[in-house]
T-cell receptor, first 113, second 117 residues
Framework: NAGVTQTPKFQVLKTGQSMTLQCAQD?????MSWYRQDPGMGLRLIHY???????DQGEVPNGYNVSRSTTEDFPLRLLSAAPSQTSVYFC????????????FGPGTRLTVL | AQKITQTQPGMFVQEKEAVTLDCTYD???????LFWYKQPSSGEMIFLIY??????QNATEGRYSLNFQKARKSANLVISASQLGDSAMYFC??????????????FGKGTSLLVTP
């Protein structure tokens, strides 16, 4: 049971490049979400999914796309990276019947030059 | 409006002493959950403790306890017998059951705790 995994751990992009941050969980969790963490801030919700095929926007969705074709995977796509997207990105998941928990991945540190 | 407020950007405590980290929240949802996470310098988010809005007793997990005062909308984290390894950022977060964000968490800005010898 690997829990929530994220790849890559670190990434440097140039402005305008695109990339996908990968997130996977092997716990059969319905709920998955992406957060970003900026210095001096808590985590802010980017996008979330309540099940395969269902996604929706969070607090700071601009510049990001998501899809959920399987229960296990929830990739986050940066279409045209901007320096304002330099941040640490966390993926999280939990089961609907266990709303007293949330499992976080280890995070991806992204720098956009 | 900020849903979670942590008013202490930084705190110091001496080893073996107890420390209280403050958290107040704002919600009109009668059903919600409150979480505390620890983020050490390595960056991962470590779950510490959870309190449900209908729980009658304050949550405890080892050296961590949550001082839940519902009427005051506060959910302070108490760490007893502090250890050097407790030095980290601490985040309070809330999940509102009636929210339209897939039960995602709203986070405060965090409190940086430094435990000194």
């Amino acid at each position: 049971n690997a829990g929530v995994t994220q790849t890559p751990k670190f990434q440097v992009l140039k402005t305008g490049q695109s990339m996908t941050l990968q997130c996977a969980q092997d716990m059969n969790h319905e709920y998955m979400s992406w957060y970003r963490q900026d210095p001096g801030m808590g985590l802010r919700l980017i996008h979330y999914s309540v099940g395969a095929g269902i996604t929706d926007q969070g607090e700071v969705p601009n510049g990001y796309n998501v899809s959920r074709s399987t229960t296990e995977d929830f990739p986050l796509r940066l279409l045209s990276a901007a320096p304002s997207q330099t941040s640490v990105y966390f993926c999280a998941s939990f089961r609907a019947a266990e709303t007293d928990t949330q499992y976080f991945g280890p995070g991806t540190r992204l720098t956009v030059l | 409006a900020q849903k979670i407020t942590q008013t202490q950007p930084g705190m110091f405590v001496q080893e073996k002493e107890a420390v209280t980290l403050d958290c107040t929240y704002d919600t009109s949802d009668p059903s919600y959950g409150l979480f505390w996470y620890k983020q050490p310098s390595s960056g991962e988010m470590i779950f510490l403790i959870y309190q449900g809005s209908y729980d009658q007793q304050n949550a405890t997990e080892g050296r961590y306890s949550l001082n839940f005062q519902k009427a005051r909308k506060s959910a302070n984290l108490v760490i007893s017998a502090s250890q050097l390894g407790d030095s980290a950022m601490y985040f309070c977060a809330m999940r509102e059951v009636g929210s339209n964000s897939g039960y995602a968490l709203n986070f405060g800005k965090g409190t940086s705790l430094l435990v000194t010898p």
